[in-house]
């Protein structure tokens, strides 16, 4: 399994500004992802974080607004910019895990979630 | 990614069995059925995962027919620590690195 921290759990912040997030791994793994759940909604994909390249954007998100860095295999912030009401929202990070968990031995590809930031732009 | 469509919301009571169907027509050959749930203020977590026929674990089974358009997650006695968003994804599960694309979910709600 993998354990994945965010910081901040939560904030408040200003129009204009921009806010990072940092997202930590207890374990080496090749690709995070970045989420939005907006309140009530489901999760989108904003991003997929790649050690050593560029980030890969959804449709809809790009990197001006949404940076992102990866500097190593456990660790990757995403950046917020020019924060407007709308981008109020929860920001989740993700990683996948290789799993072996049935009786045969057959392995699954399962993805762990960070506990989340909530932001609050005013 | 195989589009799916769930209910939005479903309720029951205290010590029931719930299933929740989820209708994916368009599954490719090497997508699997992945179900996650989500509790308020906290990220998605893996629930079970299965390909074909009916798959176990500790915490739910998964039922998936022959022509696998569709699949229904199975909670047995559900309390209300269950009450949850449950979603229902289908993707491939090759080994490389599948992003996870979420559908609308489905609100459960336990009542005592």
């Known amino acids: 399994s993998a354990v994945i921290s965010q910081k901040p759990s939560r904030d408040i912040c200003q129009r204009g500004t921009s806010l990072t997030i940092q997202c930590q791994v207890d374990?080496?793994?090749?690709?995070m992802f970045w989420y939005r759940q907006q309140p009530g909604q489901s999760l989108t994909l904003i991003a997929t974080a790649n050690q050593g390249s560029e980030a890969t954007y959804e449709s809809g998100f790009v990197i001006d607004k949404f940076p992102i860095s990866r500097p190593n295999l456990t660790f990757s912030t995403l950046t917020v910019s020019n924060l407007s009401p709308e981008d109020s929202s929860i920001y989740l990070c993700?990683?996948?895990?290789?799993?072996?968990?049935?009786?045969?031995?057959?392995?699954?590809?399962?993805?762990?979630f960070g506990p989340g930031t909530r932001l609050t732009v005013l | 990614l195989a589009k799916t469509t769930q209910p939005i919301s479903m309720d029951s009571y205290e010590g029931q069995e719930v299933n929740i169907t989820c209708s994916h027509n368009n599954i490719a050959t090497n997508d699997y059925i992945t179900w996650y749930q989500q509790f308020p203020s906290q990220g998605p977590r893996f629930i079970i995962q299965?390909?074909?026929t009916k798959v176990t674990n500790e915490v739910a089974s998964l039922f998936i027919p022959a022509d696998r358009k569709s699949s229904t997650l199975s909670l047995p006695r559900v309390s209300l620590s269950d009450t949850a968003v449950y979603y229902c994804?289908?993707?491939?599960?090759?080994?490389?690195?599948?992003?996870?694309?979420f559908g609308t979910g489905t609100k459960l709600q336990v009542i005592p």
């Open positions: 299965g390909y074909k």
């Open positions: 993700s990683v996948e895990a290789k799993i072996v968990w049935t009786s045969g031995g057959a392995s699954i590809n399962e993805q762990f």
């Open positions: 994804l289908v993707g491939p599960n090759s080994g490389g690195y599948q992003k996870v694309t």
């Open positions: 374990s080496q793994v090749t690709m």
